[in-house]
């Protein structure tokens, strides 16, 4: 890499909008790339920019960084991730259909014990906390 196309952390830090400690966790994962100048200082390519702007959309979709990387593997390869990423992105579809089926259920829980506690008439034992929520049951 010529010198005047080199750029130091701190400006690839200020163009990206990105925590220099982030763009060293960032190269500690393998997802960024940096030369060691004579100096020590990291020198990275003006590429590096658009690599670290890939990484913050890709996580705004909800991939992880592990998924990134994934990505960035196949990229740098040769080949075109885009199936792997919708393959990706459909996984990510279907964890949060799950999650949703889980919350409305778990709503659902709640509401009940909202309309059953609104109607109960509980006398407090000694040492009870809260005698409503005493009433729930453990569940393993």
């Not at 100048?37 to 890709?58: C, E, H, L, T």
């Not at 409305?104 to 909202?114: G, S």
């Amino acid at each position: 890499m010529a010198v005047a196309e080199r750029l130091k952390i701190g400006e690839v830090a200020k163009q990206t909008g990105i925590a220099v400690g982030a763009l060293r966790y960032y190269e500690s994962l393998g997802l960024l790339h940096s030369e060691r100048g004579d100096n020590g200082y990291r020198y990275y390519s003006p590429a590096a920019v658009q690599q670290v702007q890939f990484i913050k959309k890709a996580q705004a979709l909800g991939f992880s960084l592990d998924d990134v990387g994934e990505v960035l593997t196949l990229h740098e390869r040769g080949d075109m991730p885009c199936k792997f990423v919708q393959s990706l992105l459909e996984d990510k579809i279907q964890q949060l259909e799950a999650q949703i089926q889980q919350m409305m259920a778990f709503k659902a829980d709640l509401e009940a014990y909202r309309d059953r506690w609104a109607e109960a008439h509980l006398h407090p034992q000694p040492g009870d906390i809260c005698p409503l929520i005493e009433t729930v049951p453990l569940t393993a």
